[in-house]
């Protein structure tokens, strides 16, 4: 292995593009085993085991030493280690170890969850918001007046210092259908029946279309869950080929896809083939955990490499915060010495193709 091309991965400074809180409460095993899993909405089964999984493992090899563990303890071993700390102690050792520079957080989630001023203090790093649109209409439902009003309003408000906006469009319906900009009058209805029906869980399709081209308007960068997800989210339904139709109106707002697995090979195409469509490579690498290297590899085969950003959308345990850094600086290091061993690449080429992923492509996109 090239030791500056390694060194430099280790070291480099990263932007994650998104992320959510940690845990601000203790809890017993289960809620932590149930927070290794990302698909079932369940309670895991009383056979099953979040630690037999690959984001398991890779909890038990790469977060176990930062606990004074050895690397593979055994679980019941590093459950008892992890359980004499706090949430917020355990947020103070792997938030900073990630390496990370700037957290761009959605806060968008229920629950209790770090914020932004949790996550600046326990990481001593810059803290950046991401407002989900689906908040924004719930607020908008609940104020007094035209709900279209309400909305523009809120939004403005909400992201006059926030850097992006997010729709969670792909668990209300997914991305077929149309997806064009609706009428008032057509918005004006829809918004009127989900005020009488509580204004909870935004589904109509109505408002879910309203929100986003809003978003787009305001020209920030508007991120949209694809792939992977829990069960809730229709998965063949989240293909981003499915967003062609959008995208071609979506004029210079930056559209991020985030997460992507399985269609990372899909939303590469698309970021090659629009100016505007970028590539987040989180959630999937760490579940993905020892297999996450062949992910990262084809997520450089189509998309030009100034479209890839670097994310762990952690959320919940603080190890994950920290195990989307680790798990990425081990797939870019495995990828890109392979690359420069084989001839195919340079070794600055590969540097600096670390630093564009890792942070320098976010820094431009959100304007950090």
Known sequence: MSSALADHIAGVRLVDNHVHGYWLTSGDRRRFENGLNEANIDPLADFDSGFDTQLGFAVRAHCAPLLGL???????????????????????????AAGVSDWLVDTGLPGAIGGLAEM???????????VRLEQIAEQAAAAAGDYADAFRRILHERTATA???????????????????????????????????GGVRLADRVLLRFGVHEALRLGKPLQFHVGLGDRDCDLHRTNPLLLLDLLRQSGTTPIVLLHCYPYEREAGYLAQAFNNVYLDVGLSINHLGARAEAFVARTLELAPFRKILYSSDAFGPAELHYLGSALWRAAMAAVLTGFVARGQWSEPDAIRVVDLIGRANARRVYRL
Do not use: C, M
């Open 70 to 96: 050895p690397e593979h303890v055994d679980p019941q071993t590093y459950w008892e280690r992890r359980r004499e700390s706090t949430e917020d102690q355990l947020a103070r050792v792997f938030l900073p």
């Open 163 to 197: 850097v992006a906006t997010k729709t969670v469009l792909a668990y209300r319906g997914g991305f077929n259908g149309d997806l064009s900009e609706p009428d008032e009058r057509a918005v004006d209805a829809a918004a009127a029946r989900w005020r009488d029906a």
């Open 120 to 130: 600046a203090d326990v990481s001593g790093s810059a803290v950046g918001e991401i």
